[in-house]
């Protein structure tokens, strides 16, 4: 999904709205510690390339080879040196070492695509590998109590226009039986004013909730810190929130 879509990402996000959002946060919560910061599951790496700006010694991964090729793409294009490698969770401790980094990030609900318990522990021990001692997490997803609870099938759609063209992002779920999510991408494109195009991708998605999440957290050798609403910073109400952030700090052996 994530190949596919990596060629169209940075026209469905609206990046300078989110970063002049999030950044803020982040840097924030990133000043009491290190300089050096892992950005797990990157996407076209434009979180990485903010906070390198910005004096942040970052490298960052991705799991899709399209989207780490965009990635240096964008930050041959900003002019920064950010290190981009293709690995996902489980693999990032052997890609960049351990104990290598002050803080790692985890953002855009990229968690929830873990398959099920064993894979959530496992991606949860990579990121305590990669980090030091007292070292932060920050871990951005949908605030799945939410959705699950309300059934929230749609999200709001994106549009893009750029020289005479259009795209239209429409995403939604289907809630399977087993308790997971399919979430699905409808991508829409037309030139000039002419017919439609569509396409559809979909992925696998297990909706964290936030008492099993914390749990995973502590079980994996973290401290929670900070249970927060979005990237503002709001506290988090489970039946309210559209996302859940939580800040944790990797406890001492």
């Not at 809630?175 to 997971?180: I, L, R």
């Not at 396409?199 to 914390?214: E, F, H, I, M, N």
Request: a negative charge; charged letters at 20%.
């Amino acid at each position: 999904m994530y190949d596919a879509l990596s060629s169209d990402y940075d026209r469905f996000v609206n990046w300078p709205m989110r970063l002049a959002t999030e950044l803020p946060f982040l840097e924030q919560r990133l000043a009491a510690g290190g300089r050096r910061v892992l950005d797990a599951a990157c996407g076209t790496g434009q979180h990485a390339i903010a906070l390198a700006q910005n004096g942040f010694n970052v490298s960052a991964s991705d799991f899709s080879a399209g989207m780490i090729a965009r990635a240096r793409e964008n930050a041959s294009a900003a002019g920064m040196a950010v290190r981009f490698e293709q690995a996902g969770f489980g693999g990032m401790q052997t890609v960049f070492g351990t104990a290598s980094f002050d803080a790692l990030l985890c953002l855009g609900n990229s968690l929830a695509h873990v398959a099920d318990n064993a894979a959530l522990a496992a991606a949860l021990a990579d990121f305590a590998a990669c980090l030091v001692e007292g070292g932060l997490l920050i871990l951005q997803n949908r605030n799945y109590d939410r959705v699950m609870a309300r059934r929230e099938r749609w999200l709001d759609p994106q549009s893009h226009t750029e020289g005479g063209r259009e795209w239209m992002f429409v995403r939604f779920y289907d809630f399977e039986t087993d308790g997971s999510i399919t979430f699905h991408i409808l991508t829409m494109f037309r030139e000039q004013g002419g017919n439609w195009s569509q396409a559809v991708s979909s992925t696998r998605l297990w909706p964290l909730r936030a008492a099993g999440l914390t749990a995973a957290l502590q079980n994996a050798g973290f401290e929670i810190l900070e249970p927060c609403g979005s990237a503002r910073g709001e506290p988090f109400d489970p039946a309210a929130s559209p996302d859940l952030v939580i800040v944790a700090r990797k406890s001492s052996a």
